[in-house]
């Protein structure tokens, strides 16, 4: 598989936010262990975790569909350290799911839409590649960035009109 097939993952996971309400963000995790000394993969890719936002059906300010799918991730592995994984995520993560990005240690992360009020891999800040943290990682922008943002778009517009009809 490659990026544009995982992202149509994560565009399901965010169709399954909007269904429950949630602001339409989908993500997930695909992991792929390298040989730390030639750097070749060890074993084919395989998806571990995948997320839709929650932050309104379970009242939780850290339930962004990225940072549920990376605790996920950790659980199914084991481990904190999230090393040969892949975040795909839908809209540009903000500053606390770019820090946890950093803190886990993921090789990369993918995502469709940027984010223009909150982006922290690129648009409004740029975390993954600050020099003054201990890790840096890739990350790979606008990626099925039109689909991406339409989700959010077409939902942002559902609720507007849904406010003018009362």
């Given at each position: 598989?490659?990026?544009?097939?995982?992202?149509?993952?994560?565009?399901?996971?965010?169709?399954?936010a909007?269904?429950?309400?949630?602001?339409?963000?989908?993500?997930?995790?695909?992991?792929?262990?390298?040989?730390?000394?030639?750097?070749?993969?060890?074993?084919?890719?395989?998806?571990?975790?995948?997320?839709?936002?929650?932050?309104?059906?379970?009242?939780?300010?850290?339930?962004?569909?990225?940072?549920?799918?990376?605790?996920?991730?950790?659980?199914?592995?084991?481990?904190?350290?999230?090393?040969?994984?892949?975040?795909?995520?839908?809209?540009?993560?903000?500053?606390?799911?770019?820090?946890?990005?950093?803190?886990?240690?993921?090789?990369?992360?993918?995502?469709?839409?940027?984010?223009?009020?909150?982006g922290?891999?690129?648009?409004?800040?740029?975390?993954?590649?600050?020099?003054?943290?201990?890790?840096?990682?890739?990350?790979?922008?606008?990626?099925?960035?039109?689909?991406?943002?339409?989700?959010?778009?077409?939902?942002?517009?559902a609720?507007?009109?849904?406010?003018?009809?009362?």
């Open positions: 598989m490659n990026d544009e097939e995982y992202m149509r993952m994560a565009l399901e996971e965010a169709q399954r909007a269904d429950l309400g949630e602001v339409p963000i989908g993500a997930v995790v695909v992991y792929q262990p390298i040989d730390k000394g030639t750097r070749r993969p060890l074993a084919e890719p395989r998806v571990i975790a995948r997320a839709c936002n929650v932050r309104e059906t379970q009242q939780d300010p850290a339930g962004h569909a990225e940072f549920v799918a990376m605790k996920q991730a950790a659980a199914e592995l084991g481990v904190w350290r999230l090393t040969g994984c892949t975040v795909y995520v839908t809209l540009e993560p903000c500053i606390m799911c770019a820090g946890l990005m950093h803190q886990a240690r993921i090789d990369r992360c993918v995502y469709g839409a940027p984010d223009p009020k909150a922290a891999l690129g648009t409004l800040y740029s975390i993954n590649s600050d020099k003054r943290l201990n890790h840096t990682f890739e990350v790979v922008p606008g990626v099925l960035a039109d689909e991406c943002a339409g989700i959010l778009k077409r939902f942002f517009a609720r507007r009109k849904k406010r003018t009809e009362r």
